[in-house]
């Protein structure tokens, strides 16, 4: 047994046994709506009960219809006589069947004791009949057990009631409505009777206690003398809808219970419990806003300020295995700015950056983290989103409201301030996959993302949780709190745990242009014959005319994909290198693509193409204006010569001829998987020049020879793919016969039977210097005539 239970049972173990205050105790929890309250509650509330039967002017001997108490059933002919105390406000209910019913409850007494009488739904209109203080006579009843074994009658459905002459019961104690100021409620009271002005009505909360779900609203009642929390629990908290009531409203609560929550006395509404609007004399409400800047440590304050920063919502888990969540805000008035802290249902309240709210009943405590106070919200707190209020200090914050607003991207550009936070919107123009990366006691997730509006482009850093939100390229985002730093180039923005990232609101959205639009404004459509090495922020549009298979490579811990392929416009034609996912794009030879934000780099003495993680390729469907067939490109691209016509200067051009003195004795090269460096037969399984361990090298074919046509020949060697093309064999196909001969030269024969085979060759010459002539280098073989 808890302690606070044992202290509670010392108050009346003179009156009770243990072990029958511990079955009361389980009797409660088990047969009454009590879900909202803990053992403790429910123990204080039998002691208040015993002690409340000192104070009671009816003596302790059974009253006369015990007798009656003792029957099983219901007999029409039973009748019961009392004066009414108390007349409780009526309860809706849903009963088995699916159907609401009502309930009311009312207490009788006379000289010999109390009793409740339950009124349910076909006896609701005979509480007309009579008032508080009335004798009244009923008839047509049940008996059964309420509280704690004690007797209460359940009227029937044909009940009938009378109300008597008070003078010829003479005996029955009258009815005093004492009336008790709030300053004088203390927790001993029990019970009081009150009337007050309702200054806050909070809103209804849900629960879970004990696996039942349970409701919870409050009210601060304030009369001259002072000010108390009322709470109504369960179905009471329909009341205020019901009767209704609203902020402003004087009330009389009839029959109240104290009670005491961390050091402060309140009232809670129970069965036997009435609350009644009327005229009551009660002071006016008079609303006190305390200002931001003069905050200090005080309960039940009231605040009014503009949300200026939104924190994410936290969940977290008590100890007892519950769950609970808080958001942070911060807020701020024209005389400063503080952190408001969210509880439970508050945390998931729609408030927006730039909202004004009003906070009614926070707690002000000194956070010594941040050596600042701090407003916390609790079970008794209402907030308000967006007052209509037309007060001073609500058209200020409004003014201030036009200064939250999202910035554009040029003005971030322009900003020198590392650390300032800012508010943006945008369209994803490019994002990374998230990679993770060790810190020193952790292992973090980062992502990067271009971001662009009609202003600009800026690169955004994504962190831990951030780096993990769903997004996709094109999306329209908003980011806030975002943080200014300086890049390798230019200025960034880095996006962590106090940032958030969301859908933009309508109005977020009205000078946002599309993602064609965008491209628009931010790309420099180009020719392939205008790039320049190191241009940035460029489109292409051209059309695949080769296109290789895409091989894996080893990275330092990972394994990495790429692609090349030949793309050509009306202009020219340059070699594309894609990286990873990119590689895996589903493309084919003839396909127009769309290139945007390609890196261009000059490699082997010509600009190439790379796309990675930065840049987008779209297959474009259907006819591109400008931009001709893929045979209307191939012959403008690789024009037609005689092999006496070319020089060093020859790129992109077609040949067609015979082979000749084409070798076949060795046509395996051995290299190294990691470098590409050839490796000579024999030699020890590590790799000459970058000392790599190599279990299987890479197999590359090659075969040596000439092409002639009747104004020349050129000396040729064709590799991989076109070297396949022309055995009718793939690679690994060649190497298992090698390996299976032990003779590198096994297709020698294969390979000398080519001589005198027409072809016609797509490639680039250059000068060979070992041999002093000119070395046609093929890219394509076009055709093949055997």
Request: glycine content about 6%.
């Amino acid at each position: 047994m808890k302690k606070e239970i044992l202290d509670e049972y010392e108050k009346i173990k003179d009156k009770i046994s243990k072990e029958e205050f511990l079955k009361q105790l389980e009797e409660r929890k088990r047969e009454y709506d009590v879900g909202f309250m803990d053992d403790v509650d429910i123990a204080h509330m039998i002691v208040g009960e015993y002690l409340n039967q000192e104070n009671e002017p009816l003596s302790e001997r059974e009253y006369k219809i015990a007798e009656i108490a003792e029957m099983e059933g219901a007999d029409r002919n039973l009748k019961i006589i009392g004066r009414v105390f108390r007349i409780s406000n009526i309860r809706s209910f849903i009963n088995r069947a699916g159907k609401e019913g009502k309930v009311a409850n009312v207490l009788l007494a006379d000289e010999t004791r109390k009793i409740r009488a339950v009124f349910w739904t076909p006896n609701i209109k005979l509480l007309k009949k009579f008032k508080e203080g009335d004798i009244i006579q009923i008839e047509g009843f049940q008996v059964r057990g309420g509280f704690a074994g004690r007797k209460e009658i359940h009227l029937q459905p044909r009940a009938t009631i009378r109300v008597l002459d008070p003078a010829d019961h003479p005996n029955i104690p009258e009815y005093k409505e004492e009336i008790t100021p709030i300053a004088d409620i203390r927790e001993e009271n029990k019970e009081v009777n009150i009337i007050a002005r309702i200054t806050r009505i909070s809103r209804v909360r849900t629960f879970e206690r004990n696996g039942k779900e349970g409701k919870v609203a409050s009210m601060e009642l304030k009369d001259e003398t002072g000010k108390i929390t009322y709470t109504l629990w369960n179905r009471d908290t329909e009341l205020i809808k019901k009767l209704p009531l609203k902020e402003g409203d004087a009330i009389k609560v009839l029959g109240a219970q104290t009670r005491k929550r961390e050091g402060e006395v309140y009232l809670t509404h129970h069965g036997l419990t009435r609350i009644i609007k009327g005229d009551f004399k009660v002071p006016e409400v008079e609303e006190k806003i305390l200002k931001i800047g003069n905050l200090h440590e005080k309960r039940d304050v009231n605040v009014i300020g503009l949300v200026t920063k939104i924190h994410d919502k936290i969940n977290f888990e008590r100890a007892d295995g519950t769950t609970g969540s808080l958001r942070s805000l911060e807020i701020m008035d024209d005389t400063g700015a503080a952190r408001v802290t969210l509880w439970h249902e508050d945390a998931d309240l729609d408030i927006k950056k730039g909202d004004i709210i009003k906070i009614e009943g926070g707690n002000v405590e000194f956070d010594n983290y941040t050596s600042s106070h701090r407003i916390n919200t609790n079970w008794n707190t209402r907030i308000i989103i967006n007052p209509e209020e037309d007060t001073g200090l609500i058209k200020v914050l409004k003014e201030y409201r036009e200064h939250l607003k999202p910035v554009k991207i040029s003005s971030i550009l322009e900003m020198e301030e590392e650390g300032e936070e800012v508010d943006v919107v945008g369209r994803i123009l490019s994002l990374g996959d998230p990679r993770e990366f060790q810190r020193e006691d952790s292992v973090g997730i980062v992502r990067s993302m271009e971001l662009a509006d009609d202003t600009g482009v800026i690169r955004v850093t994504l962190w831990d949780e951030k780096a993990t939100t769903s997004l996709n390229v094109g999306d329209a985002i908003k980011i806030e709190n975002a943080r200014i730093r300086l890049g390798l180039y230019d200025i960034e923005l880095s996006v962590g745990k106090t940032s958030r990232i969301m859908k933009p609101l309508p109005e977020d959205m009205e000078k946002l242009p599309t993602m064609e639009e965008l491209e628009d404004i931010i790309y420099t459509t180009k020719k392939i014959d205008e790039i320049e090495e190191d241009d940035r922020r460029i489109k292409i549009i051209g059309r695949v005319i080769d296109l290789y298979e895409p091989r894996e490579f080893q990275r330092e811990d990972s394994v990495g994909i790429v692609r090349s392929m030949e793309l050509a416009d009306d202009t020219g034609v340059i070699r594309v290198t894609l990286w990873d996912e990119k590689a895996e794009t589903p493309l084919n030879i003839g396909d127009a693509v769309k290139i945007k934000n390609p890196r261009v780099r000059y490699r082997n003495e010509n600009l190439e193409l790379s796309l990675g993680r930065n840049s987008q390729i779209e297959v474009i469907k259907g006819e591109i204006k400008d931009l001709p067939s893929f045979e209307e490109i191939e012959e403008m691209v690789y024009p037609y010569k005689n092999i006496s016509d070319l020089d060093e200067e020859s790129e992109n051009v077609k040949i067609s001829g015979e082979l000749t003195d084409l070798y076949g004795d060795r046509i395996i090269s051995y290299r190294c998987p990691r470098c590409n460096t050839r490796l000579d037969i024999g030699e020890e399984n590590i790799c000459n020049f970058c000392g790599e361990a190599i279990d299987e090298p890479r197999h590359l074919l090659m075969i040596p020879g000439r092409v002639a046509d009747e104004t020349g020949e050129i000396r040729v060697t064709f590799f991989g793919r076109e070297a396949e093309k022309l055995l009718g064999m793939k690679t690994e196909e060649i190497v298992d016969v090698i390996n299976k001969t032990g003779d590198e030269g096994a297709l020698h024969d294969k390979v000398e039977d080519l001589n005198g085979v027409h072809v016609t060759v797509i490639g680039n010459v250059n000068f060979d210097e070992y041999n002093e002539e000119l070395r046609f280098n093929p890219k394509k073989i076009v055709d093949i005539k055997f």
